[in-house]
DNA sequence: AAGGCTCTTCAGGATTTCCTCAAAATTCAA
DNA sequence: TTGAATTTTGAGGAAATCCTGAAGAGCCTT
């Protein structure tokens, strides 16, 4: 799940990196307006942090752009205590949630998490397919109610695979959506080939079915039915 | 389903090619305004990728010219963010979407497959033709809710027979949507005849009927009247 | 500094699909 | 009916794709 944080002091910035990069987040930072920019234009993201007190005051040009683009990016604004109240409300508006600063970096985790659920299940913190039942707070999956003891990227992996079930996911789409765009893949996929084997052999020894049918030259199906 | 890539930077024409082809289509790709002149009086494609900011401003007069020969081709134009908005708006309305770079190609992935959704399966992802369906995204073939298991290459020549029904189609024409220009076969069709054999085989066992009708000489016609 | 964990790379082998080839069958036209 | 062109078929090898185990690299913790 890859996190954009939009936030000129560097220190901050690097803070609330470290801190949803243990909470298992793929953090991406931008300094200024310009990468920020770009940054959004070429990536998805499932959430983005934006300081709307960027020097410039470009925060809101952001908030435009995403709006614009109707990215499907949940939003969670931080400001300065001091800013602007009525304008931040009307931006309140177009984002999904609103803190302050000083906060507890456990807050803003538990906020972000919160806009996950929201946009992308619906509300619930938890999935279930078939034996798999995939907790998104605890960051656990369970095969009938026993843990499954998944790596980071495993983890990763069979998220997408379960948002995108039945359908054929090429493995363009996985390292995109796994390595973001810093990897220059071309024509190896050995690492795809890793993981998808170690993801498969701990699902197994769980108990669960294969789920991963590999699909020749296309890539792979997350499905149940045979 | 064949693309059209036109794109002077080779580089990225090169990126979007291979990804695109990592999600099955063949591509074919153009670097220069000469080219992809030539390429769309001479083939059809399912989708265009332009890039409207062609070094000569002549992305425009391509566009015309598709339009002008009202080819049903889906149009997805690309360009640099900082181009002449206002132009563009004009242009928008010409092509099927529209999309400022830099892009992730996930999102041209998509974009490309909405299009061809939208103007070649009205919209939905699923074609039904008589007792057979096919799956665009679970890339899966049913005969009466029975799957089918068929490799690449006879999934593609099927999807080719049922969006063509009824109409006789050529060898020459199959070799071109099913390879690309880059296959020089001369007058060897014997690729061909295997794979509609193994089509033909596969739906026979699968409890279809035999949609291919052979045309002596000209080609071949998937229709269901005898 | 050492150990453990994760991620990546690598080489081999297994599997699946694709193409080639030649012989048999079919169709068309004279 | 006969012969030439075209299509169908099966078999087998070539090529592409995928899987696997093991080893190396990097990072974090102790």
Same mark, same amino acid.
């Given at each position: 799940?890859?996190?954009?944080?939009?936030?000129?002091?560097?220190? &901050?910035?690097? @803070?609330?990196?470290?801190?949803?990069? @243990?909470?298992? $987040?793929?953090?991406?930072?931008? &300094?200024?307006?310009?990468?920020?920019?770009?940054?959004?234009?070429?990536?998805? $993201?499932?959430?983005? +942090?934006?300081?709307?007190?960027?020097?410039?005051?470009?925060?809101?040009? &952001?908030?435009?752009? &995403?709006k614009?683009?109707?990215?499907?990016?949940?939003?969670?604004? +931080? @400001?300065?205590?001091?800013?602007?109240?009525?304008?931040?409300?009307?931006?309140? @508006?177009g984002a999904d949630d609103y803190l302050t600063k000083p906060f507890h970096l456990s807050e803003l985790a538990a906020r972000v998490s919160a806009i996950i659920r929201r946009k992308s299940f619906d509300g619930k913190n938890s999935l279930r397919f078939d034996e798999l039942q995939l907790d998104l707070l605890e960051k656990t999956v369970r095969v009938h109610n026993r843990l499954i003891d998944l790596t980071r990227k495993e983890y990763d992996l069979l998220l997408y695979f379960i948002s995108n079930k039945n359908k054929v996911i090429s493995k363009g789409a996985i390292a995109e959506h796994l390595w973001g765009d810093n990897m220059d893949m071309a024509d190896n996929y050995d690492f795809i080939y890793t993981h998808i084997k170690n993801l498969r052999k701990k699902l197994l020894q769980g108990g669960a079915q294969d789920y991963i049918k590999s699909v020749y030259g296309m890539g792979y199906k997350f499905s149940d039915h045979p």
């Open positions: 799940m890859k996190v954009l944080i939009i936030e000129d002091e560097k220190a &901050l910035s690097e @803070s609330i990196s470290a801190y949803l990069n @243990s909470e298992h $987040y793929t953090c991406e930072t931008a &300094l200024d307006f310009k990468t920020a920019m770009e940054k959004i234009s070429l990536y998805d $993201y499932t959430c983005i +942090i934006l300081d709307i007190t960027l020097p410039g005051g470009s925060g809101m040009d &952001l908030l435009r752009e &995403l614009a683009n109707h990215k499907a990016d949940g939003i969670l604004i +931080i @400001s300065a205590r001091n800013s602007l109240e009525e304008k931040i409300l009307g931006l309140k @508006s």
